[in-house]
């Protein structure tokens, strides 16, 4: 490291000091065994530092973070919602964290019971016939999704099926996910209300057509206000219709795919049902499929295989989909991340994720009409959870949608999602949930019209920005030319 | 806006160019400067590899983006440049000099003509900034 | 409760949007669909859901209810308590991916720290953020490796030693596509990984083994490593990261992809997850690895900063071009696998790996001491598993255990039935003599019983 360069806090290996010890762990209480010659490892090169150093260094670092539970996060199609602190212990409880998977099944009942009820709801919630749970992320539920496409049209004998289209707007990790399980991607452009391009889908939908993989709403935000026909066109060509689910917190208890005619959806537990993101990850992504689906999920998954005789209280089990495309991790999903969501549902019932729809759409439509009259909003109809605003103004020529997230960052916000979708100019992508107070509104949009005067009147302050912040902008040329990956790169 | 385009070079829609004197290939002023800083190219051919028209040889990358560079023309492979793995910054600054990324042996120069000479390749960079 | 809008608030706002009542804003859903009658419990208050939940979490028993013997790729280790008090800072665990570095220094830099963590343990140049689990890591490397040949090389060789649930997943992935998943005497775990050399050609993109393997078995790969290389293809190990606190690290047997399940750092059973995938390989294969990387560099102040770099090759820039889907990681599981290494450190790991070895070493003298049991593969090092056989069916043993407050070792017959008699029993810190010791007794007794 050049010497000018100034450390803010110091990394692991520099607070190491030859000798120091953070954990005791008892003498071991039996005849020492003999090392197997030849496979002991000579060095084993990790810092070395007590308990308080490490917990100083951690709570140090955690101070640079922006979070939900510091202030309003309207990061777009992330669902930045508050993570409710009760989920967190019942995810802590013994009784589920010290739960081996693979203790014999009449020991796990209440795990398998989580599991149970957790796909049962989710099949209420969502109109579909089946859930497994095991998928571990959102584009792990689209791997899943498309690999259950693609084994359902080979079970019948359609195995020329191979094209997947995806809407332009949609996330990139649709396409990668369809391309990842060996398919065809055919992007389909949209039309400018924001819609599918219905012409451009029908002149798709023929017999090589696996299926379409639709976000709704979609990453503008905006419902599909031809969802009847893309359903209907799909089908007619012997497709299926993929959700993804990013987005469902717009639509709890007001729609269900299911009902819409949708055949396999992904849902995101990190985002929709409050589960933490945790600086990313871990999520979870569980798939629900329609009545035809069921047997191609992975699994196992939690079922009732019996009734208790004398009180007939249900009896779980594991079972594996009988044409199940097979598991797509280890041992059952992130069990952890269940019952926080099933915390969840229980504790908002019916009503309460109905609520949770209304006030994210009410929310999102409140910041898209006080600020449509300061930013552009090129698809500027009634929106859902979210909307996508541009970042420029033609008399403010050298500012971009980056400098006006940057200094968001002053007034305390973490930046809405930037340059995606792709197909808005300096996209600026907010979504500010249900969990935000009119008066947290009030204060984004305040900041968000003096950041458009000065974009006019001081540009230079939006450039350097954010000013507050314990970091500046970093130098992400440098990282990527330079490529120290690891401290063991600074030897080099 | 205005890119620097040589008049003695031919170009693509996909914004490479090629020398039709020596066979060089590289990508184009106004694709650098789409890109912006480029930090990684990566030659996917070798040398004595036959391609074709529209075939990848190359990707280049920046901190925002990533590009492939297809054959402008069909041919062989004759050399790569190996330095522009440690120097990616001379795609920015030098884009139809040191970044030359292959020379190839062209099969066949009628498909030279299907090319857009140095006015019409500017005309189509312009076009684009509206 | 967590939407804090006022029905005056929410009067408010629908006036200054223009329309009447909250149903409006939903005027773009088919009518028909609006508003389906879910069929849900009633909403519960904090205390009636936290009563519920403790109901169903009080109808498992845990690890801690028995004297575990019970591994097979999750296992019983010791959690110090300052690993989860800062999983619990709400700066970390309410934050998104690091996409704004200027208000994401904490997480950045300890996944920098964890990929140099990572290094240090397998012997490699460079890690990712994080993957899944040690099942999708495997799956991952098998990707990585066919494009690390632009898929010229469709052949990757897996062991048949391999955890099952990996194998399982690595078929899932790609059976129907293009790359052949060959794994020689697949359905049976016991040969050693001579086995494989035959498979290897100059098709083949990958040759990979675990270490130590399902059977807990230990061997020197460096031959295996060389056949591998001899054919052009990449070399890979999946390994329990504890294990690498005594045992040669991949690195220095010519591994050129390390994955591992890194749930033994630090992360509770939790049922099977959430868990934490790790991969490492060759600095030259960076940009063929998936998942997030952060890079050091500096901010416009001067000081030291990290950020996601090599941005360029993930699905959200190539699309369909990306080599990889994979986008949200596990980073809170890193956070504790960091949290973990950095408590425990140099020495740290060293004893509790070798506490690890001596208990199990222990366990399997005692064990197959006994009438009637002996060890699977008595001339093959391992480190805290061994392959148990037993005089009769390793489920009617467990059945007995448990009345003995034993959870039994795992029934190998699960997966490959000729090993019907066979038990994989895993020994770590948590295990006690006196609980050793028991188990003996316990299994003595249930022979001699079905003797008599």
């Known amino acids: 490291m050049s010497e000018q360069i100034k450390i803010r806090e110091p990394l692991l290996v520099e607070l190491s000091s030859p000798g120091r010890r953070g954990v005791r762990f008892p003498e071991s209480d039996v005849p020492p065994a003999a090392l197997p010659a030849g496979l002991v490892r000579e060095d084993l090169p990790l810092p070395e530092l007590s308990e308080v150093d490490v917990v100083r260094h951690y709570t140090r670092l955690s101070q640079f973070n922006h979070a939900v539970d510091i202030d309003f996060y309207p990061l777009g199609s992330c669902t930045m919602k508050y993570n409710p602190k009760v989920n967190e212990d019942m995810a802590r409880l013994p009784g589920f964290a010290h739960v081996h998977p693979l203790q014999p099944e009449e020991t796990v009942q209440g795990a398998l019971a989580v599991m149970y009820y957790l796909q049962e709801y989710l099949k209420e919630i969502t109109g579909l016939a089946g859930v497994s749970l095991q998928p571990a992320a959102g584009a792990h539920g689209e791997l899943t999704g498309v690999l259950i496409i693609r084994a359902y049209h080979r079970s019948r004998g359609d195995a020329r099926r191979n094209k997947i289209l995806v809407p332009d707007s949609a996330h990139g990790t649709n396409p990668a996910s369809s391309a990842m399980s060996g398919m065809r991607v055919v992007e389909i452009p949209s039309d400018a209300r924001g819609n599918i391009d219905l012409a451009k889908l029908k002149a798709e939908c ?226 500010p949930t249900e969990t935000e107070s009119k008066r947290t509104l009030d204060a984004f949009i305040a900041a968000m019209k003096q950041i458009a005067r000065e974009a006019r009147e001081n540009p230079q302050v939006l450039h350097e920005a954010p000013h507050t912040t314990p970091f500046g902008r970093v130098d992400e040329v440098k990282a990527a030319r330079e490529l120290v990956l690891t401290w063991f790169d600074w030897a080099k | 806006m205005s890119w620097k385009v040589p008049a003695h070079l031919k170009y693509t829609k996909n914004d490479e160019w090629i020398n039709p004197a020596d066979g060089t290939v590289g990508i184009t002023d106004y694709a650098q400067a789409q890109l912006s800083d480029v930090v990684y190219v990566e030659i996917t051919v070798s040398e004595g590899d036959e391609v074709a028209q529209g075939d990848i040889v190359a990707t280049v990358e920046s901190v925002k983006a990533a590009a492939d560079v297809y054959a402008p023309v069909s041919g062989t492979v004759v050399a790569i440049n190996d330095e522009l793995a440690d120097t990616p910054e001379v795609v920015n600054s030098d884009p139809y000099g040191d970044a030359w990324m292959v020379r190839l042996e062209i099969a066949n120069p009628e498909e030279l003509d299907g090319l857009m000479d140095a006015a019409a390749y500017e005309k189509y960079c312009e076009e684009r900034e509206h | ?224 490593a060389q056949a591998a290389h001899d054919k052009g293809a990449l070399f890979g190990v999946a390994v329990n990261p504890l294990a690498l606190g005594l045992l040669k690290p991949p690195g220095d047997f010519g591994a050129d992809i390390v994955t591992a399940e890194g749930q033994p750092l630090g992360i ?133 255990l448990l009345d003995y407050g034993i959870l039994g070792g795992y029934d190998l017959a699960q997966d490959f039935p000729h090993l019907d008699r066979h038990m994989l029993i895993a020994v770590t810190e948590m295990n006690s003599k006196d609980q050793i010791d028991l188990l003996a007794s316990a299994l003595d007794e249930i022979a001699r019983d079905a003797a008599a």
């Open chain 1, 206 to 431: 023929d017999d090589t057509l696996a299926g379409l993989m639709i976000t709704n709403p979609n990453t503008l935000g905006l419902f599909e206000e031809h969802i009847e026909e893309v359903v209907q066109a799909v089908h007619e060509a012997g497709g299926l219709v993929y959700g993804d689910g990013a987005n469902l917190n717009a639509l709890l208890g007001v729609a269900r795919f299911g009902d819409m005619g949708f055949d396999v959806v992904h849902l995101n537990l990190h985002k929709t049902f409050s589960t933490p993101h945790g600086g990313g990850g871990p999520g979870s992504g569980p798939v629900a499929v329609a009545e035809h689906l069921v047997d191609f999920l992975p699994g196992p998954i939690a079922e009732i295989v019996d009734h208790d005789p004398d009180d007939d209280t249900p009896v779980f089990g594991l079972v594996m989909p009988k044409r199940s495309i097979g598991r797509v991790k280890a041992f059952y999903g992130h069990f952890g991340v269940m019952v926080r969501a099933l915390t969840y549902i229980l504790t908002l019932g019916a009503e309460g994720l109905r609520q949770v729809a209304e006030d994210a759409v009410l929310n999102a439509n409140y910041l898209r009409v006080m600020l449509q009259d300061t930013y552009h909003i090129p698809y500027n109809r009634l929106c859902k959870h979210e909307f996508v605003a541009e970042g420029r103004w033609e008399d403010a020529p050298g500012v971009r949608a980056l400098d006006i997230s940057k200094r968001l960052m002053d007034f305390g916000f973490h930046p809405p999602t930037n340059y995606f979708p792709l197909i808005v100019h300096e996209a600026l992508m907010i979504e």
């Open chain 3, 268 to 400: 509770p059973l939790s049922f099977g997850g959430p868990y934490l995938g790790l991969f490492a390989t060759r600095k030259k294969y960076v940009r063929k690895m998936a998942g997030r990387i952060v890079g050091e560099t500096v901010d416009t102040r001067g000081q030291r900063a990290y950020v996601l770099t090599l941005t360029a090759r993930e699905q959200h820039i190539r699309r369909a071009r990306a080599t990889s889907n994979i986008c949200t990681n596990n980073a809170l599981m890193a956070l504790a696998a960091t949290v973990y290494l950095g408590l425990l450190g140099k020495d740290g790991l060293r004893k509790v790996a070798e506490i690890n070895y001596h208990k199990a070493h222990y366990a399997a003298q005692r064990l197959a001491s006994l009438e009637g049991y002996e060890l699977a593969f008595p001339e093959v090092p391992f480190f805290n598993e061994f392959t148990l056989k037993t005089p009769l069916p390793v489920a009617e043993i467990n059945r007995r």
């Open chain 3, 1 to 224: 409760m967590y939407t804090p809008l006022t029905p005056d608030e929410r009067q408010a706002m629908l006036q200054a949007i223009g329309v009447e009542r909250i149903e409006d804003l939903f005027a773009d859903v088919p009518a028909r669909y609006r508003y389906p009658k879910l069929n849900l419990p009633p909403a519960m208050s904090e205390m009636e859901v936290t009563a519920e939940m403790q109901n169903l979490a009080e109808a498992n028993l845990t690890v801690q209810d028995f004297i575990t013997f019970l591994g097979a790729g999750a296992y019983h280790h010791y959690i110090p308590a300052a690993v989860d008090h800062i999983l619990r800072r709400g700066e970390f665990y309410t934050a998104y991916t690091p996409y704004q570095p200027e208000v994401s220094q904490g997480t950045l830099h300890a996944i920098f720290e964890f990929q140099s963590l990572v290094c240090a343990l397998t012997g490699m140049e460079t890690a990712n953020a994080s993957m899944y689990d040690g099942a999708t890591a495997v799956a991952e490397a098998v990707n990585m490796a066919y494009h690390v040949f632009r898929g010229k090389r469709p052949k990757a060789v897996l062991s048949s030693a391999l955890h099952p649930q990996y194998l399982a997943t690595v078929h899932t992935y790609y059976d129907a596509s293009d790359r052949e998943i060959v794994v020689p005497h697949e359905g049976d775990p016991t040969p050693g990984p001579d086995a494989l050399i035959e498979a290897i050609d100059e098709r083949t993109s990958l040759v990979m083994v675990q270490y130590p393997d399902f059977l807990g078995r230990v061997y020197d790969l460096s031959a295996l």
